[in-house]
């Protein structure tokens, strides 16, 4: 493990002690509910939806690939952001299921082909699986086109929000929810999305796997908790990570979040700030992580970033998602930054060698 991970996106400013505190006196020596009546109960009046409405999952990976499978004897492709976690490309995949970009490549509008629901490969079904991810990552922005998004979409298309990084938003007052104002989600697009909430990274649990999905109340989608159901495998969830989604909504750790993300706000600034000084580009991210790219020439890039890697030091290439040149940098702590900073003013700058 390197000493100084900056390629995570989980808070540098956790783990939360109070949820830490409960995981380490769990005593796991009997099986949950199976049907999870209590923490559904719960998550549903925090959600302010019925509990039929709330689906436990093992991880966002395993609701990502079980949702996949839910839906597939309507859908006929699968289309997902720009540069995008990998596991809905996956999931599609693994089911023979077409994937294509929503996005246009400069993001700021849908795809034409998204536009006129037409993918590349042909298919007697119409019904298309779309994906955002919201905040987007890895740049950490508001996705610009969910307006022309909202617009291009069909009756009968389904649409998940994944909304793992809402709580690390550092803009204003995030709760697991949509914000207001300019960058509220469109109220069409709100109310028939499914959204799948993954607390550990906002608790700086990632270890901790667990995970829900919120149905919408839309007519095309009465059977989907059925299915859902039905594909489950038994105890999806176990007792460390029902536990970090009982605590999740607890008034203590929310209040734990919200002071962190004041937290990560200062080290966002000085992350930032120390790039910018050393000739880095920025993308716009209103997240606890963003995309930069260092100048650093392509071919070079690999080789630089395992080099880093020997100083403990580690950036997570954005290449995987589409993005050749940049790498993704969650914010991290002081003492971490102070590290980046001694490896990178001690490194040949290739551009100006």
């Known amino acids: 493990m390197p000493l100084h991970d900056f390629s995570t996106n ?85 089911w023979g299921l077409t994937v294509e970009a ?33 905040p987007a990552s890895p740049q950490g922005d508001m996705p610009p086109a969910l307006t022309g998004l909202v617009g291009a979409l069909t009756p009968k298309d389904v649409v998940v929000l994944d909304m793992a990084y809402a709580p690390l938003r550092l803009d204003g007052d995030a709760r697991s929810g949509p914000p207001y104002g300019a960058d509220a989600l469109p109220k069409v697009l709100a109310a028939r999305a499914c959204r799948l909430f993954s607390p550990n990274k906002a608790l700086g649990l990632t270890g901790v796997r667990g995970a829900y999905l919120v149905l919408p109340e839309v007519r095309g989608l009465p059977d989907l908790a059925v299915r859902l159901a039905r594909l489950a495998p038994s105890w999806p969830l176990g007792g460390h990570g029902q536990a970090m989604l009982e605590a999740w909504m607890e008034p203590g750790v929310q209040q734990w979040l919200a002071e962190s993300r004041k937290t990560l706000q200062g080290w966002k600034a000085t992350l930032e700030a120390g790039l910018l000084q050393r000739g880095w580009q920025l993308m716009p991210s209103l997240a606890s992580f963003c995309c930069a790219r260092p100048p650093v020439p392509l071919p070079e890039l690999p080789g630089w970033l395992a080099g880093l890697r020997t100083r403990g030091i580690k950036l997570r290439d954005a290449g995987s998602f589409g993005l050749p040149g940049w790498v993704r940098l969650g914010v991290r702590t002081p003492a971490s930054q102070q590290a980046l900073w001694q490896a990178l003013d001690s490194t040949t700058n290739p551009r100006t060698s």
């Open 10 to 94: 989980a808070n540098a400013a956790g783990p939360c002690p109070a949820v830490l505190h409960r995981l380490q006196c769990l005593v796991p020596d009997t099986y949950p509910d199976p049907a999870y009546v209590s923490l559904r109960t719960q998550l549903a009046r925090w959600d302010d939806v019925t509990p039929a409405r709330i689906v436990m999952g093992a991880s966002a990976s395993e609701l990502i690939m079980r949702l996949t499978a839910a839906v597939l004897p309507e859908m006929a492709s699968v289309w997902v952001p720009r540069h995008a976690y990998g596991d809905y490309r996956r999931a599609a995949e693994a």
């Open 102 to 134: 929503w996005e246009a490549e400069d993001r700021s509008h849908v795809s034409q082909a998204f536009a006129a629901g037409v993918p590349s490969r042909p298919s007697e079904r119409q019904a298309r699986l779309v994906w955002v991810t919201w």
